[in-house]
Structures are given as C-alpha cells and as structure tokens.
C-alpha cells in the first residue's frame, strides 16, 4: 500500500528516475534523498539532509476512495532540498494533502493528521515567501488539493428560522476538521495574493465551476470558514477581472433563491459585505446591469424575516449605490415602502433606521418624487400603538438633514405629519411617545407657523366631520334595529337575532 501512495506522487520524465518506492527505499539506505528519488547534493555548508533511520509505516483509517492510499510519511521540508527540486516538492506536499481525514473522532489518526498539518503548513510558508513563479502543474496541484479539501455537502440546516432578530442569537456550530480547513484556507489566499501566481495561467483552474464551488461554502454554518471566504472571494474578485461578471451573477443567484424560495442561507451577511466593498469600486456612470443588481437582488432582501442578520451590510450596499448616484435615492425608497411589513413591529423599527440613513444621502429634488407615499408611511408609525415603532419614527425628525428636507417640502409634508401628530396627543399610551410628538409639534410650529396653524384648524374641521358621520351612522343603525325589532317575520326577511340566556344560566349569572 505504501509504494502504491507513493506511486502517485510526481516524478522526472527521465526514464532512469527511479519511482517514488524505490526513492523511499535509496533514502533508508543512503541517507538523501530529493523529493522524486533522486540524490540531494550537500549545501555550501557541507550539511545534508539526515534520514529517518526508522520510518514506520502508519495506516490512516479514515474514509478514503479505494483510489486514494490510507499511509502517509512526512515528505522533506522545503528549506532542506535545493532550488532544482522544491517545485517537484511542492507537487508532491500537495498530492500528499489530497487524503481528507474524519475528525468525528479527534482521537483517530493522530500521528497521520499531524503529518498532513506539518506539510501544509510548510506549503504556507513556502507560498508565502514567494520564492519563485507557480509553474500551470504547479497550479493545477494546488487546486485540486483546495477542491478536495474545501468542496463538501454540509448536513441539513436543522435550526429553526429566525424572526427577524426577535429570537435569542443561536449558539454557532464550529466544524471539527477546523484545525486542517484552516491551514487550506490560510494557504488559499496566500496563494490568490502570491505575486508568484499568473492570473492568466490561474484563471484555466480558478474558473467558473471553482468560484461556483466556492460560493457555496458560504452556507456554512462556522464563522469561522465564512470569515475566512469572504476574504478569498474579494482577492479572487480583484485578481481575476474575467471572472467579475460571472461572480456577481451568483451571488444575485444566491439572493434570488435565499428571498424566493429557501428563506434560509447562513452566509447573506457576509456577501454583502463582500459587495459592499465592491460597489464602491465600481466606476462612474454606473452600469445598467449594476442598477439590475440593486433594484433585482438588494432590495427584495429586504423581504425576509431575517433581515436582522444583514441589515448593517446590507444598508450600506445601498447607500453606497444612492452616493455613486443620488438619482437612485427616490426608487429605493420606492423599493423600501414596496417591502414594508406590516405585522412585524421589529422590521419595521429596523426599515426606519434605514429609511434615515438612505434620507441622509437624498437630494430634495429626488424627495419630490417619492415625498406623498413616504410621509403618509411616517405618519402611520407615528400612530402606531407598537411604542418602540412610533418611538423610531418620532426620532428621525432629530436629524438636521432630515428636517432640512422637510423645511424645503413643507407645504406637502406637513398637512400629512400634523394629524398623526393630534391623534397621538388625543390617545397614545405611551409617555415616552407623548413627549417626542409634542417636541415635534413645536418644531413643526416654529418651522411655518401660519401653515401649521392651517393644517391645525384643517384636522380639527375633519375630526368634527368625522364625529359627526360617525354619530350619524350609529343612529341610522340603532332605527334600523328598532325597525326590525317590530317588523313581523317573513320567509325572506332578514332577521337580527339577539342571543337569549337561558334561566339556568341567568340564575347562575345573576
């Protein structure tokens, strides 16, 4: 089984190369050896490279394709072969990483884990220093360790779906294999940052179906693997410019499913924090295919009942948008009321926080555009008997930014706040509300007092009118009930049947 291993690690084309099972036997007997069998010359300071006198054979038990050789023995360290013979090193490190253990069982191939940890991070290393270029076998070697290593099924999302931040933040699940994972991952992105890496020769293995790949690792449930992602999915974005548009199409795929059909991904918040930073790169005018990406995939994720896991990097996506173009500002507020709920008190506290943020970068002219839908929306919460939503919503008039839009759009805005602001006066619970609707009346008066005094006299008139239809309907109920109470009954007249309590349960009730 040994030599059938080492059968598979690379080799010189020389046919008087010896394979890799008699290399292991000439470096037990000799005492060097290079990385494919071949004598290891001494160094200018006359040192050699000592053999493991007695390399025992070890078995790795874990689940292995019966292609794939269950032994492994520590290959040499970089620093102890000559220039010549690390890129063959290296191919060989690489092959060796191939073999993925199961840490179900920490206690299950120890002396074979270490083994693979010790190698990668000799690769770590090596990559780091950047000695010389990635030759394509080179490459080709990396990435098929990277796939192997990386690309897996995770089991079933068993967790229950959070309420918009309601619920208790979960415990997060770390992934047992995490010693190893870390190291592939540490030597991912050292090797898409490496200056030694052509992209024109990487881009033939890093391609689509390696990104596709990679993207779906984002649904892992460790914080750790997803932190480490982001990070290679923003060098890869950077180094590999063919790739950009193919990216940005997957993780609008992504979106689109997480919003339309699953409603659950564990990764949302940190693509869009990936993108958040892309966007800001992007060049000016922007593209008709980044406004697609905003009105298509950022604004429907507004829609989810977990819109507390990402709302920070999401909000910040959009103003990004709204600050590489102002003219944006009035169709995601637009988009923004499309999604309002209006059963979930918390969603509603978290749009208006970034209802504030996106007014803070909103021109008065494009307010224009949206300003009747959007005060009405204001005005609801105002009034809404959920405190901490009218609270939120009282609160925003304490920004300079969004009073100066209010002064410059008075005369529509005000005759739509002043109401909800006398309503709540006459009948809102909460102390809290009370106090922030009277700071807001006062400053609405000193804003135009003759129009406030107008829209004022306004509300009063129609809450008059409003009592007065009121009083009318009950009385035009209460004839038509006596009406019916003396009318005697036929087979097609409607009938307005009083309940009747029996003795047994008057007598118990009086």
Not at 289 to 296: M, S, T
């Amino acid at each position: 089984m040994w030599k059938q291993f080492l059968s598979k690690l690379p080799r010189k084309s020389s046919k008087s190369d010896a394979s890799w099972g008699s290399a292991h036997s000439h470096l037990s007997n000799n005492g060097t050896a290079s990385a494919n069998g071949n004598p290891i010359q001494r160094t200018s300071s006359g040192n050699v490279v000592s053999s493991r006198s007695a390399t025992v054979k070890r078995t790795a038990s874990a689940i292995f394709p019966s292609s794939v050789v269950t032994s492994i023995e520590p290959l040499l360290l970089f620093k102890d072969v000559p220039n010549s013979e690390k890129h063959n090193l290296f191919i060989s490190k690489m092959k060796l990483c191939c073999v993925v253990f199961d840490f179900s069982d920490p206690n299950k191939n120890c002396a074979e884990k270490d083994m693979k940890r010790q190698a990668l991070l000799d690769l770590v290393d090596y990559v780091d220093a950047g000695t010389s270029k990635f030759t394509e076998p080179m490459i080709s070697a990396s990435c098929k360790m990277f796939a192997i290593n990386l690309f897996r099924t995770f089991p079933p999302n068993t967790r229950s779906s959070t309420g918009g931040g309601e619920a208790e933040e979960e415990e997060p699940m770390f992934d047992p294999a995490w010693s190893h994972l870390q190291l592939v991952y540490d030597l991912l992105l050292k090797f898409i940052e490496s200056s030694s890496l052509d992209a024109k020769i990487g881009k033939k293995y890093v391609d689509h179906s390696f990104i596709a790949r990679l993207l779906e690792l984002f649904d892992s449930e460790d914080p750790r693997e997803k932190d480490c992602l982001k990070t290679i999915l923003h060098r890869i974005y950077g180094k590999f410019m063919v790739h950009r548009p193919f990216i940005r199409k997957a993780v609008s795929n992504i979106f689109y499913r997480f919003v339309f059909e699953t409603d659950r991904h564990n990764g949302i918040a940190e693509l869009l924090e990936v993108f958040g930073s892309v966007i800001s790169g992007f060049a000016l005018p922007l593209k008709e295919e980044h406004k697609i990406f905003l009105w298509r995939a950022l604004i429907p994720l507004h829609k989810p009942k977990a819109l507390g896991v990402y709302l920070q990097q999401l909000t910040y996506c959009v103003t990004q948008f709204i600050e590489k173009e102002p003219m944006l500002a009035s169709s995601v507020i637009k988009g923004l009321l499309r999604y309002w709920p209006v059963t979930n008190s918390q969603k509603e506290v978290m749009f208006m926080s970034e209802l504030e943020e996106v007014l803070e970068s909103t021109s008065p002219a494009e307010l224009q555009k949206c300003v009747i839908p959007l005060f009405q929306r204001i005005g609801f919460c105002i009034n809404s008997s959920h405190f901490q939503v009218a609270e939120r919503a009282l609160l925003m008039w304490n920004n300079d930014h969004v009073t100066s839009l209010v002064s410059q759009n008075q005369q529509a805005i005000m005759p739509l706040i002043l109401p909800a602001l006398e309503r709540n006066i006459r009948s809102h619970w909460n102390q809290a509300v009370l106090n922030l609707t009277e700071n807001v009346k006062k400053m609405l008066s000193e804003m135009n007092e003759e129009l406030f005094t107008s829209c004022k006299m306004r509300f009063e008139d129609e809450e008059e009118k409003r009592v007065a239809v009121e009083e009318q309907r009950r009385m035009i109920w209460e004839r038509l009930e006596t009406t019916a109470a003396f009318q005697p009954v036929t087979s097609n007249t409607a009938v307005l049947v009083i309940p009747a309590i029996t003795p047994p349960i008057a007598a118990v009730l009086g």
